[in-house]
Nanobody
Framework: QVQLRESGGGLVQAGGSLRLSCAAS????????VGWFRQAPGKEREFVAA????????YYADPVKGRFTISRDNAQNTVYLQMNSLKPEDTAVYYC?????????????????WGQGTQVTVSS
């Protein structure tokens, strides 16, 4: 069993930065691929970024490439999302989720575990 908890959201001006954290409980966390997803008001949840179990492979959605960086520290059971050059259209609730299969994470398939989400608001 893995439990995920996001933190680090908040209000930031356009062009600013935030770092989100996804802290996990459970000794098997290091065997899971983890992704970040977001859902803006009135829109469907969408994939943002993913990292494989070791941190050696990362994937990004086109709208965030070059601005967001996903990383993980398995010793700390934490996955991070560094968000730079934020835009108002990045405003959303951000969720982390885990699966043993990286492709499932990238395609936002049937993920095993989800966090509760953290709000990110970017003002113009």
């Amino acid at each position: 069993q893995v439990q995920l908890r996001e933190s680090g959201g908040g209000l930031v001006q356009a062009g600013g930065s935030l770092r989100l954290s996804c802290a996990a409980s459970g000794h098997t966390f290091s065997s899971y691929a983890v992704g970040w997803f977001r859902q803006a008001p009135g829109k469907e949840r969408e994939f943002v970024a993913a990292v494989n179990w070791s941190g050696g492979r990362t994937y990004y959605a086109d709208p965030v490439k070059g601005r967001f960086t996903i990383s993980r520290d398995n010793a700390q059971n934490t996955v991070y999302l560094q968000m730079n050059s934020l835009k108002p259209e990045d405003t959303a609730v951000y969720y982390c989720a885990a699966s043993t299969d990286l492709i499932t994470v990238i395609r936002m398939g049937s993920l095993d575990y989800w966090g509760q989400g953290t709000q990110v608001t970017v003002s113009s």
